[in-house]
């Protein structure tokens, strides 16, 4: 079934709003951030990362940022470039703001982390001048990202792009991505988010994501409650994330899917979302039954937590279809399927 109806005369797949930012991995494996020496440079940003994963896939997709005006903003424009994801709302920022940076650690085949350098931070500087409503009648979809919301001027521009977007009958999707830089206050987060999660035709996140958009609705805190009243507003998908446990799809029918992660050696523990939601979405946009739409998610997922990279390493329809092929050969034709 599709839940969700797009133009298929639309210019781009889909348009993204949000955090771009630059990635520091390290190469010397683990040891703590203190001890590391030696770090891969890659394009970041949760929106960021998936935009790439949906052009890898062969969507077409714009965007909306802000970014520094120096060669760090320049690395930006032409990784995504070259990946055939247009440029013309990405603006340099005119006082200096740097484009954030992500130091992430990797301390052992078990637990890794991030440490996120964001004050003022060129991301959050987009402004509402900088959202053109002509640029979004040109796609299916606009995707929100969370981070986007934490700050003037760039929960302005936001909150316009997805007003612009419900005018237009443009569907919005609303990865909550829940970063903790930045915000004032928890009141505040369940204001912003929530204000954009009405709008929402496909809402992604984690539980604890979905409990600080819920504060002042009076959930119970479960997730069936939680798809209920969302259904009740305006989504047709919400997909609420467990981590290991794995996630679960609620549609506006009635239905839901539970999908589990595909066994793999891990190398770190963040960027697998962005690989689902790219994967997932996809998927969305092809048509597809959801549980197949999830399943190519939850493989994609695998795949960059398995990986020294997110946007560099996202995987192509091929490499997915055949990671998906192996992991069944080898576990079983239902390992993913809750």
Known sequence: ??????????????????????????????????????????????????????????????????????????????????????????????????????????????????????????????????????????????????????????????????????????????????????????????????????????ILGSREEFDLTEKFIGLDGTDESSAKYWHSKNAKIVIIKHGKEGSTAYTNDGNSYTIKPFPVKLLKSFGGGDGYASAFLYGILEGWDMWDALEFGSASAAMLVASHACSQDMPCVDAVKEFIKKEKAEYGEMVARG
């Open 1 to 202: 079934m599709n839940y969700i109806q797009f133009d298929q005369d639309k210019k781009y797949d889909m348009i993204l709003l949000g955090r771009v930012a630059v990635d520091l991995n390290p190469v010397d494996y683990y040891c703590p951030l203190s001890e590391s020496t030696t770090f891969k440079r890659y394009l970041g940003g949760s929106p960021a990362n998936i935009a790439v994963g949906l052009a890898r896939l062969g969507k077409k997709c714009g965007f909306f940022a802000r970014v520094s005006d120096d060669e760090l903003g320049t690395f930006v424009e032409n990784f995504f470039k070259n990946e055939g994801i247009d440029c013309s709302h990405i603006t340099r920022c005119t006082n200096g703001e740097k484009i954030g940076l992500t130091f992430t650690e990797i301390k052992s085949e078990t637990e890794s982390s991030i440490t996120m350098y964001r004050n003022e931070a060129a991301d959050l500087k987009l402004d509402v001048a900088d959202i053109d409503e002509e640029y979004i009648k040109q796609t299916k979809a606009l995707l929100i990202s969370g981070t986007s919301l934490c700050e003037s001027p760039s929960r302005e521009a936001a909150l316009k792009a997805t007003l612009l977007a419900k005018k237009n009958n443009i569907p919005v999707i609303f990865d909550i991505d829940y970063r903790a830089y930045n915000w004032k206050s928890m009141d505040e987060i369940a204001i912003y988010y929530s204000a954009v999660a009405e709008k929402a035709d496909i």
